[in-house]
């Protein structure tokens, strides 16, 4: 079974999801879910494992070798993000049955688990296919199972936000597929390292021009980079609290996957950076994404909008350091990709769980909070500090990798700019904590309990992973190194 | 001369393509952009077709005596295209009734309005608390 | 077809320009046969011009018919497709001529899907051999991407609570349906033919033009033929929501099942050689296998999609009968 592992990481919960169909209680259908997620996480790091011992693995599937038949491929950088994914994937789900117990109607809670495997499905398969169409496939499964689970949001503008997004996602989703029938049509291959292969000969072509700008044009609207990032704020914050807290430690990090694949395994760096001017290009709209949404978020009335846009600017972060073109350039975004999953997948949880006791996340509703929900909040608190980049929490190891990275290529305007965003971080996140802690509760309203064990064991599961991770880097830093060297190998 | 004979082909699919693009970014009403959308991605098929088709030769399925055929590659990856662009349509008609049912329009700038609406009266209200 | 698209994007009337796209889709149909892709064309005229008309049609019904004025001239937009074109165009010079033999694809991978396949599979139609066997993962991704649609559209449209005047939409389709008799009778005859077809589409996929897809469509086809003339009431007592939910979920894990015992037999995932003592006809098993599941899936969930529409449009109606 264990060669099989590559293809089981995605079957697994492929085929889980048509089961819950059979099965018919959402209680039952939940463990269900749960157990599927479960083994996903453990094939991650039985194939994590595996690769750093090992080296890249390729499976055929249906026996027929590469460019013929559909190859995956699993090397250092799917591995790692697979386990991010599939890790963040579980550790939500222990709060899903609780969470949507007040937002989704009973009904529709199966086909929600559905909808939540497929979307796992899909990234997984993103991730771990070599094939270029098999990722628009499986790029198509995400994103049509997140604009469903997006739209079962109970304020209407769930349903708008969901629209928007189906709208901007499928453009993008059309411009990739044009990006891959321009490979397709210059070297008559989709296997991605035969393209890698293959391109370079064709690489002066202005066809292979026009197909890298499609696709990486495609890839940044599902990444949400500024500015491209329309679809994102209103999607993250009008779902379910549950579905955002799995898109927003998931959905970004896949689609930069794909940005890091494509530039340095298949286009190769020569091609990539010095045909166009993308390091530029990239460096601009990555600072603009920092600042412009960062300061959005300020304004915010609504937490989850200012933590959608924090993402926003997070996502500026990891495509500055893209933009380094360097070694510790991209350690520090594969860094950032890892410790922004852990830092917002503990936030977005602890407001699911605010929201389940208090029903709303405006600001205003958030008085007094501190007092009446003292864990959640702290959880919220420690978040916060990750996202600002203060010391023992994994925020400040990514911030700090990045600093370096710039330091070493000698601009320290722009390690001067990445601690200017820190301190715009710090702005909107006081303004919640001083709400929670410094103002009295709502009088009139009814105490608010602190959130059930459902809640509490995940979030506390992710602030300590943020802890612990900021104190003991050695396993994160040495992955990232690790695939950024591999990538770095790999492309000329 | 023999380029322009040689792409022309491509130039139309090319401008379907941004027709239908521009119905997609162009038009309020919602139906339409799935529409455009629909009209986009069928002229992406039509461009991966066009690819695949080798001159003098006939479709893809075995004959005897018969040595040239176009290429079968395209024409797998548009039918899974085409099925993935139906499932599109089919959940952004669905959310369009749903819109529909919420908002009571199916026109982009007045549910854009309503929600700039929402958004001031809880405005007001929150200042009178 | 520049034509029809620049129609669709100036009238105003949604009635027309979904008849239109359809055209247009049936357009393209033709396009596709003259370009030689057979298949392609059997299912862009089964799905895009027919089921994709039928539910934009649907959908207007439920939301009116005409389209308001834009507010705002569109010049961003025109600038931003002007853009995108010419970089398009740009792109173009330096392709392969349109239609010459010697361009990159078709020199590296296809040579082996069309000269090899009837010896490594033993199927005639290259497609089939392609889309089932060779690339069978991506067909298996494809039905996942109905099945996901089909969820979605459940997730969105699906109603519990029976309208309560349920006897009354009742009477009020059947005494519509009365008035078309000479349709009625034209249907019910046509309805068995139309489910043949289907069959033979499925199982003749391997030899001519075919396959899952198209048949899963062209059976859906007849379901909701009989529905709309007979009712969703009528047409549900037939086919219930319970079953053909099971029965799409159904298709997915039949084809995922072959890929496991595929696995189990000692070969990767969809291997379909060791799925017998002869590998061809291990192939042929695993092709007729997974085609099974994609026409199960694909029909099950046309259906379930149409049904969802309408009975939300009933649940509207009913609604609209309750506030008056």
């Not at chain 1, 494509?262 to 166009?276: A, E, P, Q, R, W």
């Not at chain 1, 922004?340 to 509703?365: C, E, N, P, Q, W």
């Not at chain 3, 853009?83 to 590296?108: C, K, Q, R």
């Amino acid at each position: 079974m264990l060669v099989h592992l590559p293809i089981l990481q995605v079957i697994v919960p492929l085929i889980a999801a048509p089961t819950c169909l059979i099965l018919r209680k959402p209680k039952l259908v939940w463990l269900f879910t749960l157990l599927a997620s479960s083994l996903a996480f453990v094939i991650s790091i039985l194939l994590l494992q595996q690769v750093m011992l090992t080296g890249t693995i390729s499976y055929e599937l249906g026996g027929w070798s590469p460019p013929w038949g559909i190859e995956y491929r699993i090397d250092k950088l799917n591995a790692f993000i697979a386990l991010i994914i599939s890790g963040v994937s579980t550790v939500v789900l222990l709060a899903a049955q609780t969470s949507i117990e007040k937002e989704i109607p009973q009904e529709k809670q199966t086909l929600f688990y559905i909808l939540y495997l497929l979307s796992l499905t899909g990234m997984l398969g993103i991730l771990t296919t070599g094939d270029a169409f098999n990722v628009f496939v499986f790029l198509e499964i995400s994103s049509l199972s997140a604009y469903s689970l997006i739209a079962l949001g109970k304020d209407r503008r769930a349903l708008w936000a969901s629209f928007q997004y189906l709208i901007m996602g499928t453009i993008g989703a059309t411009f990739i597929l044009i990006g891959i029938g321009l490979m397709y049509q210059m070297t008559g291959t989709l296997n991605m390292a035969d393209l890698a292969t293959r391109l370079p000969e064709v690489a002066e072509t202005r066809t292979i021009t026009t197909a890298y700008v499609f696709f990486i044009v495609g890839v940044c609207l599902k990444l949400a980079l500024f500015p491209l990032h329309f679809w994102l704020p209103n999607a993250y914050t009008y779902a379910p609290s549950i579905v955002t807290a799995f898109f927003a430690a998931t959905s970004t990090k896949v689609a930069a996957y794909l940005l890091i694949r494509f530039t340095f395994s298949i286009f190769g760096i020569s091609f990539s950076f010095t045909t166009l001017p993308m390091e530029t290009l990239f460096l601009i709209l990555g600072i603009s994404g920092i600042f412009i949404a960062s300061t959005v978020a300020i304004y915010q009335d609504n937490i989850k909008h200012v933590f959608a846009y924090s993402s926003v600017a997070q996502v500026g972060y990891m495509i500055v350091g893209f933009s380094l073109t360097t070694h510790a350039g991209l350690t520090a975004m594969l860094l950032h990709m890892f410790n922004h999953a852990l830092m917002k997948g503990a936030l977005f949880l602890a407001l699911a769980a605010v929201v389940y006791r208090v029903g709303s996340t405006r600001i205003a509703d958030f008085q007094g909070l501190g007092r009446q929900m003292p864990l959640t909040m702290a959880a919220i608190v420690v978040g916060g500090l990750s996202l600002i980049g203060v010391p023992l929490t994994v925020g400040f190891v990514s911030k700090w990798y990045l600093v370096v990275a710039v330091i070493e290529k000698g601009w320290w305007w722009l390690a001067g700019l990445v601690l200017l965003g820190s301190l715009l971080a710090v702005i909107y996140v006081w303004r919640i904590v001083e709400t929670a802690y410094f103002k009295a509760p709502i009088a009139g309203r009814q105490p608010v309990k602190e959130a059930p064990m459902a809640f509490l064991v995940p979030v506390w599961l992710l602030v300590s992973a943020n802890v612990y991770f900021g104190i003991d880097t050695r396993l994160s830093v040495e992955i990232a190194t690790a695939a950024a060297k591999s990538l770095f190998g790999v492309a000329q | 001369m023999t380029m322009i004979l040689g792409l022309y082909n491509y130039w139309i699919v090319i401008v379907l393509m941004m027709i239908g693009f521009y119905i997609i970014i162009a038009h309020g009403h919602l139906i339409k952009k799935i529409i455009g959308l629909n009209i986009f991605q069928t002229s992406v098929f039509i461009f991966y077709i066009s690819v695949g088709k080798v001159e003098g030769a006939t479709a893809p399925i075995w004959q005897e005596g018969i040595l040239l055929y176009s290429n079968p590659l395209p024409h797998v990856l548009i039918l899974t295209a085409i099925v993935v662009g139906i499932a599109t349509t089919a959940l952004g008609l669905a959310l369009i009734v749903r819109i529909k049912e919420a908002y009571g329009s199916v026109d982009e700038d007045e549910i854009q309005s309503m929600d700039n609406q929402d958004v001031a009266n809880q405005e007001k209200e929150h200042q009178q608390c | 077809m520049v034509g029809i698209a620049l129609a669709v994007n100036q009238i105003k009337d949604m009635f027309a320009v979904v008849m239109l796209a359809g055209i247009y889709g049936l357009v393209s149909a033709s396009f596709f046969v003259a370009m030689d892709a057979v298949d392609v064309a059997f299912t862009e005229a089964s799905v895009g011009a027919g089921i994709s008309t039928l539910l934009m049609l649907t959908t207007v019904a439920m939301t009116g018919r005409t389209e308001h004025e834009a507010s705002h001239k569109p010049l961003l937009a025109l600038l931003v497709v002007t853009v995108t074109g010419g970089l398009l165009i740009y792109g173009t010079f330096d392709m392969p001529y349109f239609g010459s033999a010697d361009a990159p694809v078709h020199n590296h991978v296809a040579p082996r899907y069309i000269y090899d396949s009837m010896k490594e599979i033993g199927v005639p139609n290259m497609v089939t051999s392609v889309l089932a066997s060779y690339r069978g993962f991506d067909t298996f991704g494809e039905v996942t991407v109905i099945f996901t649609a089909g969820i979605g559209v459940l997730a969105l449209l699906s109603v519990v609570r029976r309208p309560k005047n349920d006897a009354a939409v009742e009477a009020i389709n059947d005494s519509m349906h009365e008035k078309h008799l000479v349709l009625r009778v034209v249907i019910k005859t046509m309805i068995p033919f139309i489910l043949l077809y289907a069959f033979y589409v499925q199982f003749h996929g391997d030899y001519g033009p075919g396959g899952g897809f198209q048949a899963g469509v062209i059976f859906a086809a007849a379901i909701i033929m009989y529905a709309l003339l007979f009712g969703l009431s009528a047409a549900r007592r037939v086919i219930t929501q319970p079953v053909v939910q099971l029965l799409s979920a159904l298709g997915v894990l039949i084809y995922g099942s072959v890929g496991f015992v595929s696995m189990l037999n000692g070969g990767s995932f969809l291997d379909y050689s060791v799925l017998s003592a002869d590998p061809i006809a291990g192939q042929h098993l695993g092709i007729l296998l997974i085609e099974l599941g994609v026409g199960l899936t694909v029909a099950s969930v046309m259906i379930i999609i149409f049904f969802s529409f309408s009975a939300r449009s009933e649940y509207q109606q009913a609604k609209k009968g309750e506030s008056l």
